[in-house]
C-alpha cells in the first residue's frame, strides 16, 4: 500500500466531502501519521471509512467524523481540552497539536496503555491519559476550555456542561441507535448554553454512560 496515496485518498474523498475545509486540520491530518495508532492487526484499514476496531469491543471513530469535530471545535493554543475516551490516542494527538494541553480519560486499563505508548512514540508531550470514568466529566482540571467525548451519550450529563469555561465548547454525540446527533455545545454564560447540530451518525455508547430516565406505568 503506497501509504501517502491512501493518506491523501482519504482526505479528499472522504474528509472534504464531509464539509472539512480548514486548511490547518487538513494539513494536520498529514502530520500526525493515523496509522501509527491503528493496532497492527488493522493497518491495512488505517485510512478506511470506518470504526476500526480496538481491543476490549472499543472501536476508533471514522476519520471523517474525527476531522469534523477538530475543526469545527475551533481550539486555540492556549485552552485546555477534556477528551472522554482516549482509545488509541489519534484524536487525543490532534487535539494536543492545537491546544495547550489535552486530559484524556480512559475507562480501559488496556486503551490507556496503547494510548500511552503510542503517544509517546508520536512525540506529543502535552496529553495525560488518566485510568477512570469519564461518563460524568472529570474534575481534575476543570472548568476546560473544550470537552470532546469520544463516544455516544443517551442523554447529556448536567455534569459535563458544568465542567465548560464561559465561552468553552462540548462536543458530543447525543441519542440512542440508530438516530443520534452530535452538537457543539458553547457555554455562552452560568446558565446559558448554546446548541448547534453538526450532522446524524450513529457510534458506540460510551462506557458507563448515564441512562435515560424509564417511567414505570
Not at 485518498?9 to 491503528?38: A, T
Not at 467524523?65 to 492556549?78: C, F, N, P, S, V
Not at 472529570?138 to 463516544?151: K, Q, Y
Amino acid at each position: 500500500m503506497n501509504i501517502e496515496q491512501a493518506r491523501f485518498n482519504m482526505i479528499e474523498q472522504q474528509i472534504r466531502p464531509w464539509d472539512v475545509l480548514d486548511p490547518e486540520v487538513l494539513e494536520l491530518l498529514h502530520v500526525v501519521k493515523r496509522e501509527n495508532f491503528v493496532p497492527v492487526a488493522h493497518k491495512a484499514l488505517a485510512f478506511a471509512d470506518i470504526e476500526i476496531p480496538l481491543p476490549g469491543g472499543e472501536a476508533m471513530l471514522a476519520p471523517k467524523i474525527e476531522a469534523r469535530l477538530l475543526q469545527d471545535l475551533g481550539l486555540k493554543k492556549h485552552e485546555s481540552v477534556l477528551e472522554i475516551g482516549a482509545g488509541a490516542g489519534y484524536l487525543t494527538a490532534l487535539l494536543a497539536h492545537k491546544a495547550r494541553h489535552v486530559t484524556s480519560v480512559e475507562i480501559a486499563p488496556e486503551l490507556k496503555a496503547l494510548a500511552d505508548k503510542n503517544l509517546a512514540d508520536n512525540g506529543v508531550t502535552n496529553a495525560t491519559v488518566e485510568l477512570g470514568n469519564g461518563a460524568q466529566g472529570w474534575t481534575g482540571g476543570a472548568p476546560f476550555d473544550v470537552i470532546v467525548v469520544g463516544g455516544s451519550l443517551p442523554v447529556l450529563p448536567e455534569a459535563l456542561l458544568q465542567q465548560l469555561k464561559i465561552g468553552g465548547r462540548l462536543a458530543v454525540i447525543i441519542g440512542q441507535a440508530p438516530a443520534m446527533k452530535a452538537q457543539l455545545i458553547t457555554r455562552t454564560g452560568e446558565a446559558g448554553y448554546d446548541t448547534r447540530t453538526l450532522f446524524e451518525t450513529n457510534v458506540k455508547a460510551l462506557e458507563l454512560a448515564v441512562a435515560p430516565s424509564t417511567f414505570q406505568f
